[in-house]
């Protein structure tokens, strides 16, 4: 995921633009709760702008947007659920960019963001009646705040505090 940073670097371009698809290896999610990553998009620019503790240096900054989808388990049902992500991104390329003499490496960066996309907990369940066992079923906040309720009398308790 190299970009030719070349024009930017010697000072002919004050910008360059970005928009690829970028596909990331299985190894780098096989430890994380993504079961799978479709190809993610990226749109943006790398641009040169006054540094925030001197002005009168120049630094590279990268503004972007990643986009994509990605595979995690529902938190209810634990079936395998699409979970459509976007952020936005801008911070300067000196910390957080590989950079060569003419080639700027993004794909630590896209990586970092698309792991903090991942939801702790995420479900497209809507009926939580299916969800039952012996002695036990799954209730909504609704249904947890009616009278049938046999702990509605420790939640006011813990209310009041």
Do not use: R
Request: proline share 3%.
């Amino acid at each position: 995921m190299e970009i030719d940073y070349s024009l930017l670097a010697s000072g002919i371009k004050n910008e360059i633009s970005i928009s690829n698809t970028y596909t990331i290896p299985k190894k780098y999610f096989e430890s994380t709760d993504v079961l799978a990553l479709n190809d993610i998009t990226v749109d943006g620019k790398i641009y040169m702008g006054p540094s925030e503790d001197d002005i009168d240096e120049l630094v590279e900054y990268i503004k972007c947007k990643i986009s994509g989808e990605m595979t995690i388990a529902d938190s209810i049902s634990l079936e395998p659920v699409e979970y459509h992500f976007e952020t936005e991104y801008d911070d300067i390329i000196e910390e957080n960019c590989k950079k060569s003499e003419n080639t700027l490496d993004i794909f630590q960066f896209l990586w970092e963001n698309i792991v903090l996309e991942v939801p702790l907990q995420f479900t497209k369940v809507k009926d939580l009646s299916e969800f039952h066992g012996d002695g036990w079923k799954l209730i909504s906040e609704d249904e947890l705040k009616t009278s049938n309720n046999p702990f509605n009398d420790l939640l006011k308790d813990f209310e009041e505090e």
